[in-house]
């Protein structure tokens, strides 16, 4: 059930054909997919992931192989498939040399991701990798109290809005459409009572910004 304080996260997929030229629409792909899912964390290292499973069909495949990318959630865990129709080419980890020109591809998903495999289907293979994404819950954010708090004003101002006075702010529902627009009004509503208490609206945006800049400096830091 989507809610205020959660983050819709449904499972997606996308067929291919396995071309080098395809790597990089599907990472930028990845990268677009898991900013919507707030997880901008794990963005690089599930980029990885997908260009060495999907260079690992190219290369033990073959070149235009049908090919399906999917992404999904695995309790808080991100869970990333690449699906191909040969039963025979098994990924295998293996050390690879200083000079090895190849042969890095699953020994760099083994060092980026949680956990990984291969499952053999009646038709096709599935090679898979796991990343941790520090959630609470599949549906969580990831920023913390900040993000919890702002959900719990969201969610009473919505009710309020719509003429609904909670008697119970944690339990609110809305819909993750109708908690964003409860957010922007927030915002704009917030920005007239500034005016109206004689305060200048963009000298407050602007600190508003200076100080969500400052408060993910430290986050991006510990990356």
Request: aromatic share 4%; with cysteine; proline share 4%.
């Amino acid at each position: 059930m989507d809610c205020m304080r959660c983050v819709p996260r449904k499972p997606w997929d996308v067929p291919f054909l396995a071309e080098p030229c395809e790597v990089a629409g599907l990472r930028r792909m990845m990268r677009l997919q898991l900013e919507l899912w707030g997880l901008h964390k794990v963005s690089e290292a599930a980029q990885l992931c997908v260009t060495e499973l999907v260079s690992n069909v190219i290369t033990h495949v073959g070149t235009g192989t049908p090919t399906t990318l999917a992404v999904s959630m695995n309790g808080t865990h991100l869970r990333i498939e690449v699906r191909d129709p040969d039963t025979r080419a098994l990924p295998t980890l293996v050390q690879a040399g200083v000079d090895a020109e190849g042969g890095r591809g699953m020994a760099l998903v083994d060092a980026t991701a949680v956990r990984w495999g291969v499952d053999l289907r009646a038709d096709h293979k599935v090679t898979w990798c796991e990343l941790a994404t520090g959630l609470n819950s599949p549906d969580g954010h990831s920023e913390g109290a900040h993000v919890a708090r702002a959900g719990m004003l969201i969610g009473v101002y919505g009710h309020y809005a719509s003429g609904k006075v909670p008697c119970n702010a944690t339990s609110s529902v809305l819909s993750f459409a109708v908690a964003e627009v409860a957010a922007i009004d927030l915002i704009a509503d917030l920005l007239h009572w500034l005016q109206a208490h004689g305060h200048d609206v963009d000298e407050a945006l602007d600190r508003a910004q200076m100080h969500f800049e400052a408060e993910l400096e430290p986050a991006a830091d510990e990356d």
